[in-house]
């Protein structure tokens, strides 16, 4: 049947196109914070004409600069332009793009997903309105894959946290004391530096710095520095501590407001920025975690522990996404750390579940991954 033949093919080159913007959008990983990521590709009969996406928020979105990379404006008239999200309808930081689109003489719009931010959305009806043929929903799982943190960020005021943790075969981070170096290879410890460089931060609770004494950058270079974040509710930061050593104005010291405001002024003093936070029960209230670490474009966040600050942001259900590496390595767990430093239920039910999870070795450990349901 040859219409069917037809209809199947127009559909495979609107998933092409669309792979191709999604593609573009990825380019600007973890730079659009917190803009979500779009690709835009224009096409007329059959070849691209003009792509574009978005680099940085504040810049022209990726539909406009996919329009303003086409020479010729007459080509323009009666193209396709296929975009990852809904072309946004109002004025934010840039004009709307629906109204680009209207005025550019394209005539048809492939979308990949509605936009969830309703400041923005309503692009799709706009474009309908002034009679443009619009289609919503292609490689709509990839489009919303590749803005997950996006999604998170809109939908449920808060980072997108990232647990990573490297245990031994017990489950535990360190041993007597909290010797923690080197539970994995040095393979696996460059992957552990990678995800900080393609993250907005790094966050660790007071005691992994006490502990361990890290620097928490990403030693990897082309990478981007992380912001660094630690969880200090009574202020016990030492001011010695190696973390200051380097870019202490991307390091986020999250306290009470109660804690004290002599070290407050010193810290500040040394360019650190200090984040009051309100606490509940002897911790911090999550949601207005969430909401400050957000205030300071903290759009994805990798969570490297140690044991209470994993049990925190387990119990209080704030995790994505996580990266477990396994040591092929074990030893007592009496006196040791646990990953998972909270209450265990007397339920199995209670137990947290991971979903389309994935198992791979880097050099002789193995890398776990999985997103929290
Ligand atoms: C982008 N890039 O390519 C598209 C976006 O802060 P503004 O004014 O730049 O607006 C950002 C919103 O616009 C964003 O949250 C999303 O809803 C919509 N579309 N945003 O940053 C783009 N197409
Ligand atoms: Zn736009």
Redesign the pocket.
């Known amino acids: 049947n040859i219409a069917y033949l037809c209809i199947f093919f127009v559909m495979n080159k609107d998933e092409l196109f669309m792979k191709k913007a999604i593609e573009l959008a990825k380019k600007a990983k973890n730079k659009?914070c917190p803009?979500?990521l779009?690709g835009a590709v224009i096409v007329k009969e059959g070849k691209i004409i003009g792509q574009g996406y978005?680099k940085k928020?504040g810049l022209p979105?990726?539909?406009v600069e996919a329009i303003n990379s086409v020479k010729d404006r007459n080509q323009l008239k009666d193209a396709t332009i296929y975009v990852n999200?809904e072309?946004?309808n109002h004025y934010?930081?840039?004009p709307p793009?629906s109204l680009a689109i209207i005025n550019s003489g394209i005539k048809r719009v492939v979308i990949g997903m509605r936009?969830i931010?309703k400041k923005?959305s309503g692009g799709i009806e706009r474009l309908k309105g002034a009679g443009i043929d619009v289609k919503v929903g292609v490689l709509e799982d990839e489009a919303k894959k590749l803005n997950e943190v996006f999604i998170e960020n809109t939908l449920n005021r808060k980072p997108f946290f990232i647990m990573k943790a490297a245990m031994l075969l017990n489950g535990c981070i360190a041993v007597k004391g909290g010797v923690s170096q080197w539970i994995t290879s040095e393979k696996a410890r460059r992957f552990s530096h990678r995800l900080r460089g393609t993250n907005s931060a790094v966050l660790v609770g007071i005691n992994t710095i006490i502990m361990d004494d890290p620097l928490l950058t990403c030693r990897i270079k082309g990478y981007r520095q992380p912001k660094r974040v630690v969880l200090d509710m009574n202020l016990k930061i030492p001011i010695s501590a190696k973390i200051f050593s380097e870019y202490p104005n991307n390091i986020y010291i999250i306290t009470s407001k109660n804690s004290d405001d002599a070290k407050k002024r010193i810290l500040r003093a040394m360019d650190v920025n200090i984040v009051e936070c309100d606490t509940e029960n002897g911790e911090f209230n999550p949601a207005d975690l969430s909401e400050k670490l957000l205030e300071n474009e903290i759009c994805s966040c990798i969570v490297e522990g140690g044991s209470r600050t994993h049990g925190y942001f387990l119990k209080n259900k704030l995790y994505n996404k996580a990266y477990l590496l396994y040591a092929p390595k074990i030893t007592g767990s009496y006196g040791a750390f646990n990953v998972a430093g909270f209450d265990a239920p007397k339920d199995l039910n209670e137990a947290i579940k991971l979903i389309d999870t994935k198992c791979k070795k880097i050099g002789d450990d193995i890398l776990f991954e999985g997103y929290f349901k």
């Open positions: 659009t803009n979500p779009v978005h928020a979105h990726a539909e999200l072309p946004c934010g930081r840039t793009c936009d931010n923005a």
